[in-house]
């Protein structure tokens, strides 16, 4: 006999996905519960069930969309070992995020609905800090000597601000997706001006 709980479960990734592809086809604004209920295979009650509103379900889409970016840039500092490998390391994972037609796709409707309804984010999402995992590497990498850094905050936004200058803005805004060596390049050349400002 099946699992009610891994049923229920089922059901609501089966409708979350539905509304995924809904979203994407005719973004947030046009969707239609009604065509959401029939990807799912799902009656109406249920997918209210599930989801109270179409809002809910596009918030929970950003939610899971920003913590696949939190959630890979995970990266704790090794003492000892060479910054601009760990620079590097670091830099390579947040470009599989820019390379990845998936993320890309997603991050542009998340961004151009949530310019257009702020209200989409939640205030919990709100508070999600993308710099995070770059300002810890800073700031253990300044304390062990590898780095001379007055303000580590600042340092990570630099470094963010040269990957995404090139390869998440751009396509953002309607640019052809970086290639993964386009990619490559820019990490090098992201880490070098960084050691180049803050090497000790």
Known sequence: MNDPVCVTQEKREQIFQAAVAEF????FSAASMDRISARAGASKRTVYKHFESKE?????LIRR???KFTDSL???YEAGRDIRTQLTALGRAEGRLMTSPDMMATTRLVLSEVLRS????EEN??????TISFENMMRAAAADGQLDIDDPRI???EFLALLKGKAFWPVV???????????EKIVDSSVEMIMQRYGV
């Open 155 to 157: 340092a990570a936004e």
């Open 118 to 121: 702020p209200e989409l984010v």
């Open 173 to 183: 805004f309607g640019a052809p997706l970086v290639s993964v060596d386009e990619m």
């Open 65 to 67: 969309h920003w913590a």
């Open 74 to 76: 995970d990266v704790t």
């Open 125 to 130: 999402q709100e508070k999600t800090d993308f």
């Open 24 to 27: 994407h086809e005719n973004g």
């Open 56 to 60: 809910k379900l596009f918030q929970e």
